[in-house]
Every structure is written in C-alpha cells, then in structure tokens.
C-alpha cells in the first residue's frame, strides 16, 4: 500500500494547511510548499479529477500569495492556471472561485472591463448551482463598484439595487427567529451597499432618492465610528447639499 503521505486525502489536507501561511503572511512558504503538490501529481501515471482539484487549490494559494502582497500580474497567471485546472474537476464551486478570483483582481488594478466579464461569468455558474444569497450579494456588489468605474451609472445603480434586494429579502426571513441576528458583517456591508446606491442616486440626479441612501448610511458608520467610510459619506451629502443648493 501506498504511504499516506502519498494519496490525494492528505495532500487536500496539505494544501488546507498551506492556506495558515496567508494567514500568518509567510508568503515566502508558500511557492515551495505548493510545488510538492505539483510533484505530488507529476508522479501520477493518469491525473483524475481529484488530482486536478490538488493542482487547483494550490494554484489558487499561490495566486492569493501574489494578490495579498499586490503583485497583480503573478496573481491573474496563477488564478487563470487554476481556472483551467478547476475546468478538470467537474466542480463548479471550484470554478466560481477562479472566477471571483480574477475579477477581484482586474478590478484593483483597474482593468475594469474584464474585471466585469469574469463577474458575468459567475453569474452565469451561478444559474447552475445552489449559491448562497450573501455570495450573490457580493457579485450584485462587486459589479455595482465595477461598473460605478466604468461610468456606466445606470448598470452600477442595477446591480447595486439587486445586492440591496437581496440584503432587505434577508432581513425579511429573519423575522419571527429572534435568535437569529444579522452578524455585524452583513450590516456593514448593507450600508456600504446603500452608500453605494446613494452616490449612483448623485450621479444620476435623482437627488431625493440620493438623500434617503445618504442620510441612512452615514448615521450607520457614524454610529460605528468607521473614519474613511463617514468621510466618503460626507464628502457625497456636501455634494448632494450643493446640488440642492443648501450650501
């Protein structure tokens, strides 16, 4: 029998214990660590979908090393190696996360326009599989913010609006569980969502509607202190003030 060492049970695990070193930022570890999985793999005579599911996750570990630390050129080669490696395993969790990858990663280094195609893409998995309501409110958002920067304000303010839909539906099926709580996460991004909205309600004039988003977030994060969240919320009422001609 093979050593335990040398089946696809522990190097999942392996590649679990990888994942510390983001955590702990020994980025340095994690090229060498990863490349024993790679080895791992070589050595097989036939590579089956769990050996390529390996070589996915530790492309994706490597691709986060080189995201977190800013090197977005070696991250988007890492993550679209995953992705084609994902394509190998059937899993369309895997590929939803190749593809979240990527557009995270063209939107902070502002290649916007594929940033937004990668998001379109899973939306599309999406369709297929049973995606939790907070991952699909980070998509709404992320498209939102991308096409925000594209100055496409009336597909910003669409996508923005599903993510806040989906925040109130939410909040609709916790009523009646007075267990359940919304976790201070989920809460600051609904306001981050509605901040969000609020500006695209600037930019397209609807000053009224503007006002309400406004006027909610900013006694949000003025409640929780959050600094550079409050100045962006003031920086857009002192517009909103001027464009009503408050000021």
């Not at 907070?134 to 910003?156: A, K, M, V, W």
Request: overall charge negative; glycine content about 4%; some cysteine.
């Amino acid at each position: 029998t093979r050593p335990v060492q040398d089946s696809v049970d522990w190097y999942i695990l392996y590649n679990l214990y990888v994942k510390t070193f983001l955590t702990t930022s020994e980025f340095d570890t994690i090229l060498p660590l990863c490349r024993k999985v790679e080895q791992f793999c070589a050595r097989q005579k036939i590579l089956t979908p769990y050996h390529y599911y390996l070589l996915a996750d530790a492309s994706n570990n490597i691709g986060n090393r080189y995201a977190i630390t800013s090197m977005n050129d070696s991250a988007l080669k890492y993550f679209k190696q995953m992705l084609s490696y994902g394509r190998q395993t059937h899993n369309s969790e895997v590929l939803l996360t190749g593809y979240t990858n990527l557009a995270d990663v063209y939107v902070r280094s502002g290649r916007y326009d594929q940033g937004a195609w990668y998001y379109r893409q899973i939306l599309y998995i999406a369709d297929s599989i049973d995606l939790p309501e907070p991952e699909l409110i980070n998509i709404y958002t992320g498209l939102g913010q991308t096409y925000s920067e594209l100055r496409d304000f009336d597909l910003s303010h669409y996508y923005f609006n599903l993510a806040y839909k989906l925040f109130d539906q939410m909040d609709i099926n916790r009523k009646g569980y007075e267990l359940v709580k919304p976790s201070p996460e989920y809460v600051y991004a609904q306001n981050v969502c509605m901040l969000n909205i609020g500006a695209i309600y600037l930019l397209m004039g609807q000053l009224d509607s503007a006002q309400y988003y406004l006027d909610q977030s900013y006694s949000y994060f003025e409640k929780i202190g959050n600094s550079s969240a409050l100045y962006h919320a003031q920086t857009q009422i002192f517009e909103l003030a001027l464009r009503k001609g408050n000021i």
